[in-house]
Structure formats: C-alpha cells, structure tokens
C-alpha cells in the first residue's frame, strides 16, 4: 500500500531557527518523528548541545537525522551569519532547504514604550522576531531552499497583536509587521510558500521566564480562565499548526492561529 498521508516529510530538510526550546523545540521533535531531516539553531552552544542529547536519546534510531549550529539573530552582525548558517546548513546550497521556519525569540520587551531608553532599543527590541525573519527570506529561497510550492517559510507571531495587553506595544508591533511582510513575501517568493503561526498562551520555556514564581501559577490560571477549552495550550500542541502548514502544498500567505479559544472567549483581557 501507498501512503498518502503519513510520509510528506519523510527526507524533508527542515531548519528550525529557535530549535532548542520551547515551540520550536517540539516543531523539530515532531518533523523528525515524521522523517525529516532537521537542524535546530539557536544563540547558545549549551543550548544545543543539549537539544541534540535530547533529541538523539529520544529517537536513536534517527540520531543522525538531527544536526545543530548556534547563531546569535539579536547581533548587528547577524546577516553575515544567517547567510553561514544556511551555507552550513546546505552544505553550500548542495543539499537544501524544504522548510525554514522561525520559532526564535528573546525575552518578551514588554512596557509602555517611553520606557524604552533611546531609538535604538526599540528597534533592538525587534530584531529577533521581525529583522531576522526578514533576512532569512532574503537570502534563504535564492541558494539554499528548493524552488517549491512544496517548500515553505514559517513566521511565528501571537495573539497579542489582536488584543494587546498594556505595555504589549512592541509584541503587537512586531507581530502585526509579520503579517504584512508574510502576505507580502508570499507574492513575492512563489512558488515557494509563506506563513506565519500565532500561538495563544503557551507553557513554555519563555512563558517560565516571563512569569516567575506565585506569578507563573497565577498566570497559568489566569489564561486557563481565559480560554474556551479550560487550558494553557502546550508546545506539542502548538507545533500540529507547524507541521500542517509543512504538509499541506495548498496554503501560503495565511495565519494560522492556536490560542484555544482565547479571542472568542467572553469578555476575555489579559
Ligand atoms: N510561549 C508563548 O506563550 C507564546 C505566545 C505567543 C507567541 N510566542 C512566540 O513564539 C516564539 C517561541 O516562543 P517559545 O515560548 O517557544 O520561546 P522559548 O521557549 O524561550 O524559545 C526561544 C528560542 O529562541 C532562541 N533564541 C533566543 N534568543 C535568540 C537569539 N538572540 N538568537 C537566536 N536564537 C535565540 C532560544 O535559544 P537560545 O537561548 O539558545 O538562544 C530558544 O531556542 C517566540 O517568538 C514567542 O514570542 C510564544
């Protein structure tokens, strides 16, 4: 019997920016369960180094189907090295890409923006989740991706940028910004694909640094209240709108939303 269904990622190379955490961790997890080939990038060796252990004991079947490399995409240097990494994660353009997609992020600028000292720390402020995305399309479909309505670029924006909380003016920003250029790089890329997927609350790594202590179960509470399925979403779940956005040759320039319910929710404010 032909499968249809269960083996489109099966060889896939998909490169997962922010691969060793979080979202992105499990987006890497799960194409790796569906046969791709994946490297994970992140700023901090230790970070990979770890991932890769991680992942390698969970699957050692799959060992050498997982490759890893740092880079820092808050430096002002970091155009030069997304253009490395993706040589290194090609080998040179000979083998490339069928997927990049964009989990990366650093701590959340969260703050009324007068808080913000000087121009240029609102604009550092974007360059993880709004510069970096921009210079891997730049420079990702020329060399190192494959010309294909099967390949695609994934942005991961959220939910705030519909319902900002106070002092969400910089996540808002950036993740209406992603929308624009998402639709936009869509024209622009054919045949190859572009999307961008907006998580709601979910219990990762980031949301643990944002929240601490009392706070961090107050918080969980609060979002589980807040929406219609009863629960803080997590990764794993998160990483399914990754992954259908991989398989599915059909869709580009849309968002794809998994929030639990939260906008829909009544009355619900962060
Ligand atoms: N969790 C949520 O509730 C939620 C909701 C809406 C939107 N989002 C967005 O979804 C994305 C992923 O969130 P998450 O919760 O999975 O975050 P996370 O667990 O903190 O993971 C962030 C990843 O980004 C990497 N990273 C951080 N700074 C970097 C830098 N300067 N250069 C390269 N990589 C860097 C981290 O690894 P290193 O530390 O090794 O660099 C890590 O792999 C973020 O953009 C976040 O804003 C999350």
């Known amino acids: 019997m032909s499968l249809k269904y269960t083996r489109k990622l099966e060889g896939k190379r998909v490169l997962v920016l922010g691969g060793t955490s979080g979202i992105g ?16 990038a992140s700023s901090r060796q230790s970070s990979i180094d770890s991932t890769l252990s991680r992942l390698r004991n969970s699957y050692p079947e799959l ?6 490399h740092t880079i820092d995409l808050r430096s002002s240097e970091s155009e030069a090295s997304i253009i490395e990494l ?50 891997f399309a730049k420079h990702a ?3 190192y991706m494959r010309r294909s309505n099967t390949s695609s670029i994934i942005f991961t924006g959220g939910v705030n940028t519909y319902r900002p909380g106070a002092g969400w ?13 998402m639709r936009a790089l869509a024209v622009d890329l054919k045949p190859i694909r ?23 179960e107050a918080f969980r ?12 979403g997590t ?21 794809v939303l998994s929030e639990g319910g939260l906008l829909l929710a009544p009355g619900a404010q962060r």
Do not use: W
């Open 194 to 216: 572009v999307n961008l997927v907006e998580p709601g609350a979910i219990d990762t790594e980031l949301f643990q640094r944002t929240f601490t202590g009392e706070q961090l």
């Open 25 to 40: 961790f499990c987006v890497a997890e799960n194409a790796l369960e569906n046969g791709a080939r994946v490297i994970v």
């Open 169 to 181: 003016a910089i996540p808002a920003l950036v993740g209406g910004a992603q929308q624009g250029l």
């Open 141 to 143: 479909p020329g060399k």
């Open 221 to 232: 509470q609060k979002y589980r209240d807040q929406t219609l399925t009863g629960a803080i």
């Open 63 to 68: 060992s050498s189907n997982v490759t890893g």
């Open 235 to 255: 990764p794993e779940n998160m990483s399914e709108a990754y992954l259908y956005v991989m398989r599915d040759a059909f869709v580009t320039g849309q968002t």
């Open 86 to 135: 993706l040589k290194a994660a090609t080998n040179d353009g000979t083998e490339p890409c069928d997927h990049v997609v964009h989990t990366a992020g650093d701590n959340l600028s969260i703050g009324p923006i007068d808080q913000f000292e000087g121009a240029e720390a609102l604009l550092n402020a974007q360059r993880v989740r709004l510069l970096a995305p921009m210079l």
